[in-house]
């Protein structure tokens, strides 16, 4: 059975940091390209960020490009999104998904809310 569990998500205040984490179980993750995403209630579903399967090769939007880092330990079947430099704009549910190498999401998780406010 595949599984996607992401955790670390709470309410943080302007300026603060939070490492989200996603477990995955049941399918071979070290082959598939990894990818946080978010949705903000009546936004579209933005892309966070991926890390490629191989070479640990990532992109970001640019809405959070030199505050937000994606990783992966394969050994763990885990990807972290650490985001800093927090601001009220990132408040969103945050998914974590497996894709294809063309971006081609294969599994999706249950998500984890993310609240940015004083």
């Known amino acids: 059975q595949v599984q996607l569990v992401e955790s670390g998500g709470g309410l943080v205040q302007p300026g603060g940091s939070l490492r989200l984490s996603c477990v995955a179980s049941?399918?071979?993750?070290?082959?598939?390209?990894m990818s946080w995403h978010r949705q903000a209630p009546g936004r579209e579903r933005e892309l966070v960020a991926f890390?490629?399967?191989?070479?640990?090769?990532?992109d970001y939007a640019d809405s959070v490009k030199g505050r937000f880092t994606i990783s992966r330990d394969n050994a763990k079947n885990t990807v972290y999104l650490e985001m800093n430099s927090l601001k009220p704009e990132d408040t969103a549910v945050y998914y974590c998904?497996?894709?294809?190498?063309?971006?081609?999401?294969?599994?999706w998780g249950q998500g984890t809310q993310v609240t940015v406010s004083s």
């Open positions: 049941g399918f071979t993750f070290s082959s598939y390209t």
């Open positions: 890390i490629r399967s191989t070479e640990d090769r990532t």
């Open positions: 998904s497996a894709d294809t190498d063309g971006l081609e999401i294969i599994y």
